[in-house]
């Protein structure tokens, strides 16, 4: 299988329309891949708070719609990253998008941890309440989002819905750049899966980003890892090894404690 994770800069001089035809473009590009990743946010930025309710779209909206076309032209899975999504009916909410091949909507999922500690994210948007797969040919995904990392409760209910990919699509800070890298091997290492972690690069709203996306098999072994900049990061890996690992070593049969939380498939 083969995925392309695609690490946007998100920089205040670029405007989300001039952004959105620009990934587009990128996404295009990686006809022949089997699964693209962009992160969370990239339209706004993930911590320009101010522009949530400026930027906001319904679903489908023009991020939807060009996604989609993008997903269909180059005949990719397309994790669209996730979007300010408003909905008529409620507050804001973070919401990943994933397009099959033929440019469908395979699934949303709202984000479940919101970051900010009372303010910011946490105060501007509601809080998603399932678990969400999407079975591809290959592998089953497992969707999550930035702060998510930190939880390790959602990963183990993926697993339990069919997770053998975990994907993460983020936003993630500079200056806590170690938590990512060792969250991400840690994760991946105790669900026995591969682990797909997408970030924004650049600075906004004056907060520098991580970069440094990541693959990282079951075993916790890195394939590949991005630098601070824009970047393409493209990477090859065999579904089969979770299956294959979790079978050589069985350490998900021997959990005594669980959390099962509402899951969509």
Known sequence: MRASVIQIAVNEDESVEA????????????????????????TTGAFAYEEFGREAEPLEGPTYEAMAKAASDA?????????????????????????????????????????????????????????????????TLGLSTCYDLRFPELYRGLVDAGAETLVVSAGWPERRRSHWTLLAQARAVENQSFLLACATAGTHAGVPQAGHSIVVDPWGEVLAQA???????????????????????????DRMLGLQLPRRP
Request: glycine residues 10%; negative net charge; aromatic residues 8%.
């Open 75 to 139: 005949g990719v899975w397309l994790h669209a990253g996730s979007i300010p999504e408003r909905d008529p009916d409620g507050p804001l909410y973070n919401t990943s998008l994933v397009f099959s091949p033929s440019g469908d909507l395979a699934a949303a999922y709202r984000k479940i941890h919101r970051f900010g500690f009372d303010k910011g994210e946490a105060v501007m948007m509601g809080a998603g309440s399932e678990l969400v797969t999407v079975r591809l040919p290959e592998t």
């Open 227 to 253: 630098g601070a900049g824009e970047e393409v990061l493209t990477v090859e890996f065999d579904p089969g090894k979770v299956a294959a690992t979790r079978e050589q070593f069985p350490a998900l049969k």
């Open 19 to 42: 952004r959105r035809r620009r990934v587009a473009a990128t996404v295009r590009e990686q006809a022949g891949a089997d699964l693209v990743v962009l992160p969370e946010l990239w």
